[in-house]
């Protein structure tokens, strides 16, 4: 089998990387990020099996390079919201159009089955509404958000269109190991520079579901291997959460640091499209075999622990 993963020198993305090389996947990876840069890749330089591509999807070439393949796996985006929350055009080029570079080489080369990387911010602000997959009522309050929720439309539409086999999961925030974004690394950077104080973005009590980056990459590569048929969404999640102020505690604890001062923003939310809190219903993909080694406070302890070994 050759799967392509687009996004696959990301955080998420190199680690469905090295699990598919796991299962005898022969992999073709592409991102933007150069080669000598690719650090969460280096390690698999001289793997069997493993190519890299260093361009950007949204050229002609993406197409091309993706004959062959058997599986694609869309994962490229722009995760970072709030720079994307100060220019929309960064989460139109790199989180929506990436998805019609993605759909355009299924199309044209025939690739039967796609995974694509949605988002809880598709659902927008719902004040603490348990959300099933079902929720009509779509109202993404970032560009990131709306673009992924096009995205899913996109897909809807030409997985009927073309007849290929399109999974998306909309899951919430994800740590783990090569983390390259979000509060723990964030929290780690500040206090890196400054080990006395910690500014906190909003008021310390958004409260969200985490999920671990390889408990994910299990889950995705077990649902695709189940083989659905037409368009299929699952929310995913760990039922559990993590406030902010939490996280910064459990940072601190990890780095061996017992008094910092916490300064806090304000505000209910750290940034302009933040949703500060959501509720995920997870129970159509728990009965399909989804589950989770960590709740959401154990996946940002062993992120923190595995981040830290590595600095
Ligand atoms: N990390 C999370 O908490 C989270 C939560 C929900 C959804 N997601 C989704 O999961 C996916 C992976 O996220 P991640 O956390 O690994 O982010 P990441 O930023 O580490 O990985 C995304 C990769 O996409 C690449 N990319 C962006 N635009 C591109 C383009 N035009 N051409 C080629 N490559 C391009 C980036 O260079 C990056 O390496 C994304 O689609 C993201 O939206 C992530």
Redesign the pocket.
């Known amino acids: 089998m050759k799967a392509v993963v687009?996004?696959g020198?990301?955080?998420?993305?190199s680690q469905l990387v090295d699990r598919l090389l796991d299962k005898g996947y022969e992999v073709l990876a592409?991102?933007?990020?150069p080669a000598d840069r690719a650090r969460n890749i280096a390690h698999l330089s001289d793997r069997r099996g493993f190519e890299y591509m260093s361009?950007?999807?949204?050229g002609d070439e993406f197409a091309e390079v993706c004959k062959g393949a058997d599986e694609m796996y869309h994962?490229?985006?722009?995760?970072d919201i709030r720079s994307g929350g100060q220019d929309p055009h960064i989460d139109f080029?790199?989180?929506l159009?990436?998805t019609r570079s993605a759909l355009e080489a299924v199309r044209a080369n025939g690739i039967p089955r796609m995974f694509f990387?949605?988002?809880?911010?598709v659902y927008g602000d719902k004040k603490g509404k348990r959300l099933t997959e079902d929720e009509g009522d779509l109202r993404p309050i970032s560009y990131?958000g709306a673009s992924?929720l096009a995205s899913e439309a996109l897909i809807s539409a030409y997985s009927y269109m073309c007849g290929f086999d399109a999974l998306i999961f909309r899951?919430?925030?994800?740590?783990g190991p090569r983390l390259?974004?979000?509060v723990i690394f964030d929290f780690i950077e500040k206090l890196e520079r400054d080990p006395s104080r910690l500014v906190i973005l909003g008021d310390g009590r958004q409260n969200k579901q985490y999920v671990y980056s390889q408990d994910l990459v299990q889950g995705i590569c077990d649902f695709m291997s189940r083989g659905y048929e037409g368009y299929n969404i699952f929310n995913i999640s760990t039922e559990s959460f993590t406030d902010v102020n939490t996280i910064a505690d459990i940072v601190c604890r990890g780095m061996g640091l017992d008094d910092v001062k916490y300064e806090y923003t304000g505000g209910s939310c750290g940034w302009k499209g933040d949703v500060p809190s959501f509720d995920y219903d997870i129970s159509k993909a728990k009965s399909e075999g989804w589950s989770f080694r960590y709740n959401s406070t154990q996946a940002v302890e062993a992120t923190v622990t595995a981040v830290l070994s590595t600095r």
């Open positions: 687009a996004g020198a990301g955080f998420i993305g592409v991102d933007m990020i361009i950007d999807m949204n994962l490229a985006a722009n995760s080029d790199n989180t159009c990436t990387s949605s988002t809880s911010a990131y992924k899951f919430p925030n994800v740590v390259t974004h979000g």
